[in-house]
């Protein structure tokens, strides 16, 4: 466990050194966009200058005092801050290189998957019931936070429960696997439960702010059955 808090700690300080994958929000200040506006977008779940790319004006203007011409602006700004249109191959291959591969726990099924599950991307799992899904999450959630050396993203996790399975004693167990302590790797774990679909969409609303917020900590977000 000590050899994990230590590996954590400089990749902490090594993280300070790069940039970020993502855009803070705030920045938008520098460009014209009043705090009080930054505010309202974070309410909406809206934490990143890619996240303002990405929303149409459409769904921006649904947002309380927000006037087409003000969008027009928001999308301005963040066009300065953060570049949606053609990159090079090279640029793109950069990019690519702050996706992390974590381990699913199985040396087959990370040959099948090319290594294990990419950060950054949706990875879908289905299948029959009782046929590993929620133990294949649980499993996620503590690897994320072991060494990169050992398969992990030495970062945090996060868990959205919309069947009731999420199980403390599983963690436990597994982090009981991997040689970590079981009460730190619960720490580590951010979990809720889903009660509705709108309920979940308010509580991906709250995690993404968290997500920034934290500044690139967190590692993979689980979020059972729709």
């Known amino acids: 466990m000590d050899q994990v808090v230590r590996d954590q700690e400089d990749f902490l300080e090594d993280e300070e050194d790069e940039e970020l994958f993502f855009t803070e929000i705030d920045e938008l200040q520098n460009h014209g966009i009043n705090a009080s506006d930054i505010t309202k977008l974070k309410q909406a779940g809206i ?8 929303m149409t004006k459409r769904n921006l203007c649904r947002i309380k005092g927000f006037s087409e011409t003000k969008v027009d602006k928001l999308k301005e700004a963040a066009a300065k801050l953060s570049n949606a249109s053609f990159i090079t191959g090279l640029e793109y291959s950069i990019q690519r290189k702050k996706i992390m591969i974590l381990s699913t726990g199985s040396k087959q099924l990370d040959e099948l998957l090319g290594g294990g599950i990419q950060t950054m991307a949706i990875t879908e799992a289905f299948g029959e019931f009782r046929t590993g899904k929620t133990q294949l999450g649980h499993t996620l959630c503590v690897v994320a936070q072991l060494p990169i050396a050992m398969g992990g993203g030495n970062g945090k996790a ?25 009460e ?7 979990v809720a439960r889903a009660y509705n679909s709108e ?5 991906i609303t ?13 590692r993979i977000l689980v979020r059972t059955a729709l």
């Open 199 to 203: 309920h979940q969409m308010d509580l």
């Open 47 to 54: 934490c990143t200058v890619r996240c303002v790319q990405m």
């Open 158 to 182: 996060a868990y959205i429960d919309t069947e009731g399975t999420f199980r403390h004693e599983r963690v436990k167990a597994i982090a009981e696997r991997f040689g970590i302590d079981p």
């Open 184 to 190: 730190a790797a619960l720490e580590n774990i951010l």
């Open 206 to 218: 709250e995690v993404a702010a968290r997500f920034a917020d934290e500044k690139g900590i967190f």
